[in-house]
């Protein structure tokens, strides 16, 4: 079974929108691309990634698509499209038909930005939901605890849509804010056969200079409690997790975190979940 890093980003200043890329951000507000990642893949064993959009940008998916192509580590992309236009199916249609367009897995849209919480609630978003179930794709939801509420009755509503929970929904591990946020995220437990969630994002959630495995395990726990190591997997969020540490450093994390567990759960973590989450090209093998 390969490993696989399920979440990792490029991105260029200079020609995306990244308005939150300063402050503390700044040591990563730099171009970032496959040849800065491609040695860490290699330190690590990393054998392929998921590539995921940064901003709400289609020609991002456009260009990520042929990234992947021309990549040979990238083993699919999660990209953007705008599931609030009446278009969409049209531009999926365009998207999955295009050269490069099997390398298209997954959609994502920063609905942790959104001001309102129940942005997934809305007639055109759930339209725009239903035409990527249709499409096959996971829809990837990037939210923080206030939209849990939305996403847990998203999930619901779509039972034949697979949904890829990132970074554990961003719980405040700095705050040490556990118990409520562990309350709302062990409400998809009823949902976990369609719904995965990625073991990813948390070391910029804790204190970037003070954080250590043992302060991220009972999150790790928990997840795995909820969903199951069949339903979890490793996603580095790299380069946004440099700013809290290595990507040697985010890895070992996680292998710390999981020393108890067997050879079967670890391998399902590293690369099985993320294959068969996803279906990724030349890699899953199972029904569609």
């Known amino acids: 079974m390969p490993v696989i890093d399920a979440h990792q980003h490029f991105w260029d200043p ?8 300063k402050g ?9 691309g496959p040849a800065d990642l491609a040695p860490e893949l290699v330190r690590e064993g990393i054998d392929g990634t998921v590539l995921v959009q940064t901003w709400n940008n289609l020609g991002e998916t456009w260009d990520y698509i042929g ?12 990209g953007w499209v705008d599931l609030t236009d009446p278009s969409i199916k049209p531009t999926l249609t365009a998207l999955k038909a295009s050269p490069n367009g099997r390398w298209l897995v997954g959609i994502r849209h920063l609905v942790q930005d959104e001001a309102d919480p129940n942005w997934l609630l809305r007639e055109d978003v759930r339209r725009g939901l239903a035409t990527v179930a249709e499409a096959g794709l996971v829809y990837d939801l990037v939210i923080k605890p206030p939209q849990l509420p939305a996403a847990l009755r998203t999930v619901a509503d779509f039972p034949h849509l697979r949904f890829v929970l990132d970074h554990i929904a961003k719980p405040d591990i700095k705050a040490g804010a556990f118990a409520p946020w562990a309350e709302l995220v062990r409400q998809f437990e ?24 043992q302060i991220l395990k009972p999150y790790v726990d928990e997840v795995l409690q909820i969903f199951g190591p069949d339903r979890c997997m490793y996603g580095s969020d790299w380069p946004v997790c440099l700013v809290a540490g290595r990507y040697a450093q985010v890895i070992d994390a996680l292998r710390k975190c999981l020393e108890h567990h067997d050879t079967t759960s670890k391998e399902q973590i590293f690369g099985r979940s993320a294959v068969e989450a996803y279906r990724l090209p030349s890699l899953y093998e199972g029904p569609l």
């Open 14 to 21: 200079a020609t995306g929108h990244y308005p939150w890329l």
């Open 24 to 32: 503390s951000f700044d040591p990563i507000a730099r171009p970032f």
């Open 67 to 78: 990234v992947a192509a021309a990549t040979p580590f990238v083993a699919g992309v999660v």
């Open 190 to 213: 009823p949902h976990r056969d369609h719904v995965w969630c990625k073991l990813s994002g948390m070391i910029t959630e804790a204190d970037w200079q003070n954080w250590t495995p």
